[in-house]
């Protein structure tokens, strides 16, 4: 990061093609909407680029501050969305298979089960899902993410996964 | 030691608790606590059966599966880093200083100072030639006559 605050364009292609399809993902699963979630990757990467000279690796791994950033954007988009309109209702975060048509077909009504399940979820819950069990990041560093206590995390996750569990058998 | 310290630390209901949080996993369990986790789900069967309860829904979590465009990110070419963006605003302020000005004037501003001070130092008083009169007359000034009428 050194490298990329001193303008190293080479230094931050190498950054971003470890790191972006990990932030498109995590934003995916908050916002579960594709187009503002490359929205949010784009603005990430930028604000990693102009303000690198701040990046301290004493307080925080590469992969935490790039998830805190494209955190605080996400809840930025969800708190004006929510005053204009749900994101909930065209959710997108479906891709193409290359499975069979049975298969696809099967994977797509779980996919679509669960991005409903997920969408009822509160967005601290999702949240704390999101970071730890699909970015698989150290509760430590979800906890600075969000701003929370280790404790907090727990709870929340605990919260989750219990709410999430209950919507599944609901559904099922 | 330490090891078996922290085993015998962690309380099923630590472990329910971890189970409950971070699914059955063990790559996603608190690492501190990894080893003793194992330890207690070796001796304990409530725990393994909830930890089989929570490897149920983690299958199911399992199916979501989102994935990332692969769209190569291009960064503006015109979009400077904040280490730039700070050298070309002590490079304006120069120029901003210095606009007004064309060719030989922003040379002639440049070297004003050092002319100033060249011409300061021809203007300055004279040197002293003769110091120990210099230094009696500085030492024993001349008394102030008075009247006394």
């Given at each position: 990061m050194r490298r990329v605050s001193r303008g190293d364009r080479d230094a931050f292609a190498a950054v971003t093609a470890v790191h972006a399809p990990a932030i498109e993902r995590f934003a995916l699963r908050l916002l579960l909407q594709r187009q503002r979630a490359e929205e949010v990757l784009q603005e990430t990467l930028m604000r990693a680029w102009r303000e690198a000279a701040r990046y301290d690796s004493d307080r925080a791994r590469l992969s935490t501050w790039l998830h805190q950033i494209a955190h605080n954007l996400c809840i930025d988009i969800l708190r004006r969305e929510s005053r204009e309109q749900p994101l909930t209702e065209n959710a997108d975060t479906t891709i193409g298979s290359e499975d069979s048509p049975e298969t696809t077909l099967q994977r797509q009504e779980a996919h679509q089960q669960l991005t409903k399940a997920f969408s009822a979820l509160s967005q601290r819950h999702r949240t704390a899902l999101a970071l730890?069990?699909?970015?698989?990041?150290?509760n430590r560093d979800a906890a600075q993410i969000m701003g929370i206590s280790i404790r907090a995390l727990e709870s929340l996750l605990i919260r989750a996964r219990r709410e999430l569990k209950t919507i599944l058998e609901e559904s099922a | 030691m330490k090891t078996s310290d922290s085993q015998s630390a962690l309380s099923l209901e630590r472990g329910v608790a971890i189970l409950d949080a971070y699914?059955?996993?063990?790559?996603?369990?608190p690492e501190a606590q990894r080893e003793a986790m194992l330890a207690l789900l070796m001796r304990s069967s409530e725990l393994r059966a909830h930890r089989d309860a929570a490897a149920n829904l983690d299958s199911s979590l399992d199916l979501w599966d989102v994935q990332a465009k692969a769209h190569p990110f291009l960064l503006p070419e015109s979009l400077p880093t904040q280490h730039a963006r700070e050298q070309q605003r002590r490079d304006s302020l120069i120029d901003d200083l210095l606009s007004p000005l064309v060719g030989w004037q922003r040379l002639a501003f440049a070297a004003a100072p050092m002319m100033i001070g060249f011409f300061w130092g021809l203007q300055g008083t004279n040197a002293v030639e003769d110091w120990s009169t210099t230094e009696f007359s500085l030492l024993n000034p001349i008394p102030e006559v008075t009247s006394n009428e």
């Amino acid at each position: 990061m050194r490298r990329v605050s001193r303008g190293d364009r080479d230094a931050f292609a190498a950054v971003t093609a470890v790191h972006a399809p990990a932030i498109e993902r995590f934003a995916l699963r908050l916002l579960l909407q594709r187009q503002r979630a490359e929205e949010v990757l784009q603005e990430t990467l930028m604000r990693a680029w102009r303000e690198a000279a701040r990046y301290d690796s004493d307080r925080a791994r590469l992969s935490t501050w790039l998830h805190q950033i494209a955190h605080n954007l996400c809840i930025d988009i969800l708190r004006r969305e929510s005053r204009e309109q749900p994101l909930t209702e065209n959710a997108d975060t479906t891709i193409g298979s290359e499975d069979s048509p049975e298969t696809t077909l099967q994977r797509q009504e779980a996919h679509q089960q669960l991005t409903k399940a997920f969408s009822a979820l509160s967005q601290r819950h999702r949240t704390a899902l999101a970071l730890t069990y699909y970015q698989a990041l150290p509760n430590r560093d979800a906890a600075q993410i969000m701003g929370i206590s280790i404790r907090a995390l727990e709870s929340l996750l605990i919260r989750a996964r219990r709410e999430l569990k209950t919507i599944l058998e609901e559904s099922a | 030691m330490k090891t078996s310290d922290s085993q015998s630390a962690l309380s099923l209901e630590r472990g329910v608790a971890i189970l409950d949080a971070y699914g059955a996993s063990p790559a996603r369990w608190p690492e501190a606590q990894r080893e003793a986790m194992l330890a207690l789900l070796m001796r304990s069967s409530e725990l393994r059966a909830h930890r089989d309860a929570a490897a149920n829904l983690d299958s199911s979590l399992d199916l979501w599966d989102v994935q990332a465009k692969a769209h190569p990110f291009l960064l503006p070419e015109s979009l400077p880093t904040q280490h730039a963006r700070e050298q070309q605003r002590r490079d304006s302020l120069i120029d901003d200083l210095l606009s007004p000005l064309v060719g030989w004037q922003r040379l002639a501003f440049a070297a004003a100072p050092m002319m100033i001070g060249f011409f300061w130092g021809l203007q300055g008083t004279n040197a002293v030639e003769d110091w120990s009169t210099t230094e009696f007359s500085l030492l024993n000034p001349i008394p102030e006559v008075t009247s006394n009428e």
